[in-house]
């Protein structure tokens, strides 16, 4: 069996103030022409390596394409998106006829001139190989599934968990669900079912947890293959955003269909039970305050999560944290590139006077203005990423301003696990607070160490409402803003 492999993906949030373009894809982070998975292990070429590795074992061959995913943020530039697709087509062109294309990517990519990437990238390789080849695609939960996607696919499995910590035994499903068809044993059929919603489902907490167990019972017996519950990306002003469920079945369309119905059911009913609780940011430092808890209470500042494509140098929390002269508390990670050089220019233990964040438009605030003492420098700050692969921060620093730790990077990527801080040899244990420029993914890496996990929602371009989320393009009506139809 001839298996086609690459990865091409990012989630676009067309609020976003920062534009993707051929840095994004093509720096150095995560782009590889040909051969990522000779490379240390990241989210990006997790899957590849996951696929090779499977294929190899079962004496096939693989033939692999580009590796590229570029850090969340706006509109992917349209000549960045064709130049990219294009090296997949001249590959998959020039391998001849393959058994099967697996593909990984996000689903929420969106360019100009195109609000469906990731169906654009299917139809392209479906004009090519035909439609004998068996073509799957393993994606984020946070995507947006299209008609075009579901004509161009035989196999589209989403992460389960958020964090997304299953992006392995994802990939694991598909390579096997895909090589089990293209040898015949089984005839995937797909359907879907619209839940007409917006929200934000965290997977540890109940009642989603129970929920995903669900999900995973059903698969594997009963002629189910695969279920995927797709969250949706709410922050992209596009057709087809929303929940939706997903059911793969053998052979049987109205087994799928049901299925899909029933469960997108079960996630209408918990609707209400779901929803995050959120503080603004005073209340997030009153609940610092107010902890007697020797262990730090954690804050994500959701709004500002770069993994929601928010350029992370919003300054709301930091300048109520300054006026209020809130000691023993880290946050991080701003991106200010600036800030760095200056700081890396300074030295360890030199006090200077600096404009903090606030850079990128109305959405990353005010810069602050303040004085600080660089407590540690770092040329490359590292952290353990999605999938346990490292992510890397860049040149970082750690500006110490009366008490408050803070951490200033140079490669903008949301805050995943505690190595942000500690790498700088801030001790987290002696802090009353830590905030973290995340959504969730810092999750399961922060609670063992954590009182408790607190969300807060202050203004930024992954700002949680959804009752004021404005999609006037997507032309949907959707839950919370309206009720179901
Ligand atoms: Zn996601």
Known sequence: ???????????????????????AFMGERDWYRSGATHHPTTMANLPLKTWRDLAEANGHEVVESICSFAQPAGLTLRGVYEELRGYIMEDLKAAGPVDVVLLSMHGAMVAVGYDDCEGDVLAHARAITGPDTVIGTVLDLHCHLTPLMMQNADLIITYKEYPHDDIQPRSVELYRLASEAAAGTISPIMAEHDCRMLSIWRTPNQPVRAFVDRMQALESHDGILSVSFIHGFPWADVP????????????????????????GKEVWEMREANSSHYLTPDEGIDAILASTDARPLVLADVSDNAGG??????????????DRAIRDVAIGCFWDPQVVTFCRDAGVGETLTLRLGG????????????????????DNLLQIGLGGGRSSLGPAVWLDVNGIAIVVVSGRQQTFSPEAFTNLGIELSKMRGVIVKSAQHFYNRFAGLASDVLFI???????????????????RVLWPQADKP
């Open 309 to 322: 494509g928010a350029a992370s140098d919003n300054t709301v929390i930091l300048r109520r944290l300054i």
């Open 457 to 475: 929602s202050a203004p930024g371009c992954v700002q949680p409402d959804m009752e004021t989320l404005k999609l006037p393009r997507s032309g």
């Open 240 to 263: 087809h955003v929303g929940a939706k469920l997903l059911v793969i079945a053998d052979g049987d369309a109205k087994k799928a269909q049901d299925l899909a119905d029933q469960l």
């Open 359 to 378: 850079k990128c438009g109305p959405t990353s605030g005010d810069p602050v203005d303040l004085t600080g003492t660089v407590r540690a420098v770092t």
């Open 1 to 23: 069996m001839r298996i086609f492999i690459a990865t091409f993906g990012t989630e676009t949030n067309t609020f976003s103030p920062l534009m993707t373009g051929r840095a």
